[in-house]
């Protein structure tokens, strides 16, 4: 087992200035689990469903590698759900409704299989239940961890503690601001990086994506797409592509973490072609390496120095 995965697996409802769509399949680990299985065989993902949730669904994420061990299916219970309406800049969204449901319930217990894993992606949860399965992990290569704005409004202290413990972190640039008290990006990253990660990851959505460690910074920008229908979920498609394609080589350098810079904001763009996970479940290793090419030719110029 490479990689494991904690996070929310849920249903939605989107609303967009293009569209609707009703009980679509969501949540951070759906997403994040999706992604990573074009670059992995076999991983586990660690989440609570209610009785409600779709065999089917858990039969596609199976097929894709996603073992389910993890995946409690609570009895009587409906699943967590969210909705939200975006609005026309697709940058900025309202959340009309969250229902927490069996997310009260998760209480994440390990198995060896899961224990042993050399890759942990936490998704976006409360840091008490982050904390509890770093405290059940026997020698991770790598962890990666994902929260938000919420967190640290309500538990910044449990936050920070937690983040001590990763290697990478990966929010967006007004969460960066918020945690580190900065204005600059720049100062902002390296307050973070004080906190103990080795490396940051500021999602920044249409604008692309910034790497930090100490000594360097690498920008990645977000490929131009024709139609954005829902960005729902872009952000942890981006981690599961970014942890994936690291778990598959091995290969922790500045230099590779670039490449999975790449790897994860193709995905990211697929993503955001259609409403929930369709159009993860519709394209192919194939169409990944095309959209990571152009994205190679979004960047290579030459120039001449004057």
Same mark, same amino acid.
């Given at each position: 087992?490479?990689?494991?995965?904690?996070? /929310?697996?849920?249903?939605?409802?989107?609303? /967009?200035?293009?569209?609707?769509?009703?009980?679509?399949?969501?949540?951070?680990?759906?997403?994040?689990?999706? *992604?990573?299985?074009?670059?992995?065989?076999?991983?586990?993902?660690?989440?609570?469903?209610?009785?409600?949730?779709?065999?089917?669904?858990?039969?596609?994420?199976?097929?894709?590698?996603?073992?389910?061990?993890?995946?409690?299916?609570?009895?009587?219970?409906?699943?967590?759900?969210w909705s939200g309406k975006y609005h026309y800049d697709?940058?900025?969204?309202?959340?009309?409704?969250?229902?927490?449901?069996?997310?009260?319930?998760?209480? #994440?217990?390990?198995?060896?299989?899961?224990?042993?894993?050399?890759?942990?992606?936490?998704?976006?949860?409360? #840091?008490? =239940?982050? *904390?509890?399965?770093?405290?059940?992990?026997?020698?991770?290569?790598?962890?990666?961890?994902?929260?938000?704005?919420?967190?640290?409004?309500?538990?910044?202290?449990?936050?920070?503690?937690?983040?001590?413990?990763?290697?990478?972190?990966?929010?967006?640039?007004?969460?960066?601001?918020?945690?580190?008290?900065?204005?600059?990006? =720049?100062?902002?990253?390296?307050? @973070?990086?004080?906190?103990?990660?080795?490396?940051?990851? =500021?999602?920044?959505?249409?604008?692309? *994506?910034?790497?930090?460690?100490?000594?360097?910074?690498?920008?990645? #920008?977000?490929? #131009?797409?024709?139609?954005?229908?829902?960005?729902?979920?872009?952000?942890?498609?981006?981690?599961?592509?970014?942890?994936?394609?690291?778990?598959?080589?091995?290969?922790?350098?500045?230099?590779?973490?670039?490449?999975? @810079? @790449?790897?994860?904001? *193709?995905?990211?763009?697929?993503?955001?072609?259609?409403?929930?996970?369709?159009?993860?479940?519709?394209? /192919?290793?194939?169409?990944?390496?095309?959209?990571?090419?152009?994205?190679?030719?979004? =960047?290579?110029?030459?120039?001449?120095?004057?």
């Open positions: 087992m490479k990689l494991v995965t904690v996070g /929310t697996v849920a249903f939605d409802n989107i609303e /967009t200035p293009f569209g609707k769509a009703e009980k679509v399949v969501g949540g951070a680990a759906t997403y994040i689990s999706l *992604a990573a299985s074009f670059f992995l065989k076999k991983q586990g993902i660690v989440s609570v469903v209610g009785e409600d949730f779709p065999h089917s669904m858990m039969a596609t994420l199976n097929s894709k590698g996603v073992d389910l061990t993890g995946l409690e299916v609570l009895q009587g219970k409906e699943s967590f759900f697709m940058n900025t969204r309202d959340t009309l409704e969250t229902r927490l449901n069996v997310l009260l319930e998760l209480d #994440p217990k390990l198995n060896t299989e899961y224990k042993a894993a050399e890759y942990l992606m936490l998704g976006n949860l409360d #840091p008490k =239940v982050q *904390a509890k399965v770093l405290d059940q992990m026997e020698g991770t290569a790598l962890v990666v961890l994902d929260t938000m704005n919420f967190w640290m409004d309500s538990a910044m202290e449990e936050l920070r503690s937690v983040i001590t413990r990763v290697d990478i972190l990966t929010i967006n640039d007004s969460e960066a601001r918020q945690l580190s008290g900065e204005h600059s990006l =720049v100062k902002a990253a390296h307050a @973070i990086l004080d906190m103990g990660p080795k490396y940051l990851v =500021v999602k920044k959505g249409e604008h692309g *994506a910034l790497l930090f460690s100490k000594e360097r910074v690498f920008f990645a #920008p977000a490929l #131009p797409l024709d139609d954005v229908i829902d960005p729902t979920g872009a952000g942890d498609t981006f981690a599961g592509g970014f942890i994936g394609y690291l778990a598959r080589s091995g290969d922790h350098s500045f230099n590779n973490m670039k490449r999975a @810079i @790449i790897a994860g904001s *193709a995905l990211a763009s697929f993503c955001c072609e259609k409403f929930g996970v369709q159009r993860l479940l519709e394209i /192919t290793k194939e169409d990944i390496d095309h959209r990571i090419r152009q994205f190679v030719e979004l =960047v290579d110029f030459d120039i001449e120095l004057v």
